[in-house]
């Protein structure tokens, strides 16, 4: 085992993974697990499957690099048109990069763009959520909220404000509404943006759904709406980060339309590739497309492997097999028949708070009192302790904990491949109730 590769030295042992087959991996000492996590909701096709790979030897055979400011691609022209013609409205510009922190960086970019462009330089503030996470590159790290993944970089780049947490169930008050406990949260948007000054604030971030610091937790009511309801009176953008929600994830294309909105900017990567290649991008509306197409004439950003011809074929061989295959029919099914299931086998066990999420992205919240919701001690790092227990059970889980932006608690996060049956639901939710 090499000490020089630096995730492996700093995690001490770790398997190694040498192969894949549909919802299954295998290490080198001939184990396998179930990917219930897909990784990180990334292989949402599961591993090995021959369609993709087949449009991979294809696009590698033909061509595997040419730099975008020289030339465009079939497959980054294929990906950009199939992706418009699914987008939520009005988003009607794709720009390709490599993941989702590249993604955010650059929707961050485009925002502030868009109003340098339009003449309003003064908007130069970002708002996000507290528990929120965008990505570790400088400017996505300063729009996630995590304080202990940001505080030894500060000072930021970016001016970006926090407000609460998203939906965790334990902030809403007892005996709130849905209806109550969305306007109050929403306000708290239109607050920051009159303390901040009305004419100075560039944009809201926000995850539709949100995934690894939370848990597959969704909004309540009808949040967003008066998210963009706000967003609009101030002339804010409204960007959603669909990175890990997104693409099919929780049983539609994107989250958003379960919230029955339409961002300025969105991104999304990680099952767009499903893992076969690197590969993210920003959906932009024309109002933003226009005012550089008008304005400078460019987008002032770049990176070497944006488009990349391969990624490029990857997340169009991915989308083109959900689509010919109906697989988002089958999260919906799967993703009903996997909370079902979890409710029944752990919906009575008195260390489950909460069971959520939508579609195959669903999140079990652990408590050490279920009558009271008290969360367990940070310090037993339990989350750690359930994934440990999962992986010796043959099963990958991606676990959440401690103490996060005011919201302490520990949670499981479960976003197996599109292609699981009842037989592998049950397999998963079988060898997780026995980890817990
Ligand atoms: N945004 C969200 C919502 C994410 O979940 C992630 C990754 N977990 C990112 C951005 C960053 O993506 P990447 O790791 O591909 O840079």
């Known amino acids: 085992m090499s000490t020089h590769l630096l995730h492996r030295a700093i995690h001490g042992h770790l398997p190694t993974a040498v192969g894949g087959k549909g919802i299954e991996l295998f290490d080198a000492e001939g184990n396998v697990y179930i990917d219930a996590s897909g990784g990180a909701a990334v292989s949402c096709l599961g591993h090995g499957h021959p369609a993709v790979i087949d449009a991979l030897h294809k696009q590698l055979d033909r061509l595997a690099y040419a730099h975008t400011g020289f030339f465009t691609t079939e497959p980054a022209e294929q990906l950009a048109d199939l992706l418009v013609r699914n987008a939520p409205a009005g988003l009607d510009h794709v720009y390709l990069v490599s993941g989702g922190s590249e993604a955010v960086e650059a929707a961050i970019k485009m925002a502030r763009q868009y109003f340098v462009e339009t003449n309003q330089p003064r908007r130069r503030h970002i708002i996000a959520r507290r528990q929120s996470y965008h990505g570790n590159t400088l400017g996505a790290l300063a729009a996630g909220g995590n304080e202990w993944r940001r505080t030894q970089f500060q000072p930021l780049l970016i001016n970006t404000h926090h407000i609460d947490p998203c939906f965790a169930y334990r902030m809403q008050q007892v005996g709130e509404s849905d209806e109550v406990y969305a306007a109050r949260a929403a306000q708290q948007l239109e607050d920051k943006i009159l303390e901040l000054g009305a004419d100075e604030v560039i944009a809201f971030i926000a995850e539709p759904v949100v995934g690894a610091t939370a848990g597959a937790v969704p909004s309540v009511g009808d949040y967003f709406k008066r998210i963009r309801e706000i967003c609009d009176r101030y002339g804010v953008l409204l960007i959603l980060d669909e990175v890990m929600c997104g693409m099919g994830r929780t049983g539609t294309l994107h989250a958003c339309e379960q919230d029955g909105i339409a961002p300025d900017l969105m991104t999304v990567a990680k099952g767009l590739g499903g893992g076969y ?160």
């Not at 919906?332 to 909370?339: D, K, Q, R, S, T």
């Not at 069971?355 to 790092?381: C, S």
């Not at 932006?405 to 049956?421: C, R, S, T």
């Open 277 to 436: 290649q690197p590969v993210g991008a920003v959906l932009l509306s024309g109002k933003i497309f226009d005012a550089f197409a008008n304005g400078s004439g460019f987008f002032q950003h770049g990176h070497t492997y944006m488009g990349h011809p391969m990624a490029a074929a990857a997340g169009l061989a991915v989308q083109q097999t959900i689509e010919r295959e109906s697989l988002l029919a089958n999260v919906v099914a799967m993703g009903n028949e996997l909370e079902r299931q979890l409710v029944e086998r752990l919906g009575n066990d008195r260390h489950v708070g909460d069971i959520r999420g939508r579609g195959l992205f669903r999140g079990i919240e652990l408590v050490a009192d279920r009558a009271t919701k008290q969360p367990f001690d940070p310090a037993l790092k339990l989350h750690a302790r359930i994934k440990k227990e999962a992986l010796k059970r043959g099963l990958i889980v991606y676990p959440m904990g401690g103490t996060i932006d005011g919201v302490q608690g520990d949670h499981v996060l479960l976003a197996p491949p599109f292609i699981v049956d009842r037989n592998d639901v049950e397999r998963i939710v079988e060898r997780l109730a026995d980890a817990i």
